[in-house]
């Protein structure tokens, strides 16, 4: 099994830029598929980006096409969502989660993850 750990989230004014990191431990890293998603107070958690086990396939959900890359660095465990042009919307607490379906068939469903971390608060300023 894998723990998935994000980092990265902060307070960010309009416009600005954060690339959040998610370490996830664990021998069988590179096997799982890695996915972010969000969820902000009083609403439903939310699919924001998705990419299977080598890096190969990634999967957006539509506002964050365009703004938001995920990518991937097996050799460090690590996963990332670069997200620009932030707007006062993309106001959650963002979680990274681990499949260990290495390429799931609906990789935008939560469904589908196994081991999820503990979020981390991104916060977009207007």
């Known amino acids: 099994q894998v723990q998935p750990v994000e980092s990265g989230g902060q307070l960010v004014q309009a416009g600005g830029s954060l690339r959040l990191s998610c370490v996830a431990s664990?021998?069988?890293?590179?096997?799982?598929?890695m996915g972010w998603f969000r969820q902000a107070p009083g609403k439903e958690r939310e699919f924001v980006a998705a990419?299977?086990?080598?890096?190969?396939?990634?999967n957006y959900a539509d506002f964050a096409k365009g703004r938001f890359t995920i990518s991937r660095d097996n050799a460090k465990n690590t996963v990332y969502l670069q997200m620009n042009s932030l707007k006062p919307e993309d106001t959650a607490a963002y979680y990274c989660?681990?499949?260990?379906?290495?390429?799931?068939?609906?990789?935008?469903?939560?469904?589908?993850?196994?081991?999820w971390g503990q979020g981390t608060q991104v916060t977009v300023s207007s």
């Open positions: 664990g021998r069988t890293f590179i096997s799982h598929a």
């Open positions: 990419i299977n086990w080598s890096g190969s396939s990634t």
């Open positions: 989660a681990a499949s260990r379906n290495g390429s799931p068939r609906d990789s935008s469903g939560f469904w589908e993850y196994d081991y």
